[in-house]
């Protein structure tokens, strides 16, 4: 299905009786969030916001498509203008999704998906408790350690340094209790399926 026909099967939207739903997924590096984001994105027709960070652009990365890249002052500058709906620091560099995108898509009656970290999530639900907010786990945190060594792009002292961040990560993912669901991506085909479906119900809900 289109993104286009997906968006006029979902009730309320032909209507006129637009009802936006923002949806933020959060997981560590390494569990796989990227591709259930590609997937629910797909799946729905759901717009993904484009966040601002400081930190360099690698080679695959395109400007103003995988994320805005700016410099320091300009996100400070971005912060207090209070231009972003949410911002955090994260393994040294500035991460924040601007809020206008945001705003105009939930009033349009959109979806917007936000692939944030679990600082970003908790603010997004502290402002916006209508936002719906999964939390991707992986089967064990060893499992974790696997697939981030397996994925060959960084030195070991860079692999552990993300896996104490993961490690942290999940500890405030379950002590908040600002997430709706976690999901346990133990196969990636199902985690995608059941992401979907939580979603799915919520907007049917
Ligand atoms: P990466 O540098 O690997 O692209 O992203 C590092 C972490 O920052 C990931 O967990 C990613 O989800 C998160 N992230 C990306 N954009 C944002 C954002 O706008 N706000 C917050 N809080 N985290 C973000």
């Known amino acids: 299905m289109s993104g286009a026909e997906a968006e006029r099967e979902r009730p309320g939207v032909e209507g006129g009786g637009a009802r936006g739903l923002l ?6 590096s390494g569990v796989g969030k990227t591709t259930i984001v590609r997937h629910v994105k797909e799946a729905l027709g759901a717009e993904l916001s484009v966040s601002v960070t400081t930190r360099p652009r690698s080679e695959a990365e395109v400007n103003g498509v995988d994320y805005h890249f700016i410099d320091e002052a300009e996100f400070a500058r971005r912060c207090e203008a209070g231009e972003l709906l949410e911002w955090a620091r994260y393994l040294d560099h500035g991460y924040g999704t601007p809020r206008r995108p945001v705003e105009r898509a939930i009033a349009e009656g959109r979806i917007m998906l936000l692939e944030i970290d679990v600082q970003g999530g908790i603010q997004v639900k502290q402002s916006m408790p209508g936002a719906f907010a999964v939390f991707i786990l992986p089967p064990s ?4 350690l696997t697939r981030l060594r397996h994925r060959r792009r960084e030195p070991e002292a860079a692999i552990q340094k993300r896996f ?15 997430y709706d669901a976690f999901v ?16 799915r119900r919520r907007m049917d809900g």
């Open 23 to 28: 949806v933020v997924i959060s997981g560590p």
């Open 141 to 144: 945190e060893q499992e974790l």
């Open 164 to 178: 104490a961040k993961a490690q942290w990560e999940i500890a405030r993912a379950r002590e908040c209790g600002l």
């Open 184 to 199: 346990v991506n133990r196969d990636l085909d199902a985690a995608c399926a059941e992401a979907l479906a939580l979603i």
